[in-house]
């Protein structure tokens, strides 16, 4: 129910301030519109035979206070994901420790350490990734932190390993990520709500998505002539999706 938010988060209410007025009907979505950044809603309730208070701020601000990580040149938590490209020798690893890992697919030296906006808890770790075929630029799925609307894709340039362009607002989490063969598109298989979503390369724009709710799926792939794909449902299914007038 409550995203991102552990047991030492919440704040123990004590007795002598633990009296109720009445309940207010209010419509959230009119509040958040006119919230400001010093705004904050709170939640009480019961549990463990105590009074818990946990608040949240209502305005989506991405945390200006320094956020310490560990600089180690190897991964130091779960390795989610990899991927290479021969025509750059590049070899690529993301990991829930919020790092991508760029690697010279020969000697795996490391070539660079790439960070995206984080903060405590889930925000920021990094589920999945895929580089063109071509070489010039890697895609990345990032779990998205309170100031988004949801989960994110980053899409890296090769060439100086800088930001080109972010999908934002996705449904879900993008448990995989592949670009198609003539690197026109990039295919994206949700870890819920739906099956795939498929972008174009030129400008990253919603060219085509699974229509039918879904418990989603964990791997997506194009077939040969990148007319269709095959996806791995979470209800034990696999399915084909033919690229007909997007």
Same mark, same amino acid.
């Given at each position: 129910?409550?995203?991102?938010?552990?047991?030492? =988060?919440?704040?123990?209410?004590?007795?002598?301030? !633990? !009296?109720f007025t009445g309940i207010i009907g209010i419509n959230l979505s009119e509040t958040l519109t006119c919230a400001t950044a010093s705004d904050s809603i709170t939640f009480t309730l019961f549990r463990n035979e105590q009074i818990i208070r946990i608040t949240f701020p209502l305005a989506?601000?991405?945390?200006?206070?320094?956020?310490?990580?560990?600089?180690?040149?190897?991964?130091?938590?779960?390795? @989610? =994901?990899?991927?290479?490209? #021969?025509?750059?020798?590049?070899?690529?690893?993301?990991?829930?420790?919020?790092?991508?890992?760029?690697?010279?697919?020969?000697?795996?030296? &490391?070539?660079?350490?790439?960070?995206?906006?984080? *903060?405590? %808890?889930?925000?920021? #770790?990094?589920?999945?990734?895929?580089?063109?075929?071509? *070489? =010039?630029?890697?895609?990345?799925?990032?779990? %998205? %932190?309170?100031?988004?609307? %949801? =989960? $994110?894709? /980053?899409?890296?340039?090769?060439?100086?390993?800088?930001?080109?362009?972010?999908? @934002?607002?996705?449904?879900?989490?993008?448990?995989?990520?592949? /670009?198609?063969? +003539?690197?026109?598109?990039?295919?994206?298989?949700?870890?819920? @709500?739906? +099956?795939?979503?498929? /972008?174009?390369?030129?400008?990253?724009?919603?060219?085509?998505?699974?229509?039918?709710?879904?418990?989603?799926?964990?791997?997506?792939? /194009? &077939?040969? +002539?990148?007319?269709?794909?095959?996806?791995?449902?979470?209800?034990?299914?696999? @399915? &084909?999706?033919? $690229?007909? +007038?997007?």
């Open positions: 129910l409550v995203k991102d938010k552990h047991i030492n =988060d919440l704040e123990v209410v004590r007795q002598e301030r !633990s !009296s989506k601000i991405l945390p200006e206070n320094p956020f310490l990580v560990l600089n180690t040149p190897m991964h130091h938590s779960e390795i @989610r =994901d990899i991927s290479v490209n #021969k025509v750059k020798n590049i070899l690529v690893s993301v990991s829930y420790d919020k790092t991508m890992k760029i690697w010279n697919s020969e000697d795996l030296s &490391l070539i660079k350490t790439l960070r995206f906006p984080t *903060g405590n %808890g889930n925000p920021g #770790k990094i589920v999945s990734t895929a580089i063109s075929h071509q *070489g =010039d630029q890697i895609a990345c799925s990032v779990w %998205g %932190g309170d100031w988004e609307n %949801g =989960d $994110l894709i /980053f899409i890296i340039d090769t060439e100086n390993f800088a930001i080109r362009h972010v999908i @934002r607002n996705l449904e879900n989490t993008a448990f995989d990520l592949e /670009f198609s063969a +003539d690197d026109h598109y990039l295919l994206v298989a949700l870890g819920d @709500r739906r +099956d795939i979503m498929l /972008f174009e390369t030129s400008g990253y724009q919603l060219v085509a998505q699974s229509e039918k709710p879904s418990m989603g799926t964990n791997s997506a792939i /194009f &077939l040969e +002539d990148s007319q269709q794909i095959l996806c791995v449902g979470n209800d034990c299914a696999l @399915r &084909l999706y033919q $690229l007909e +007038d997007q």
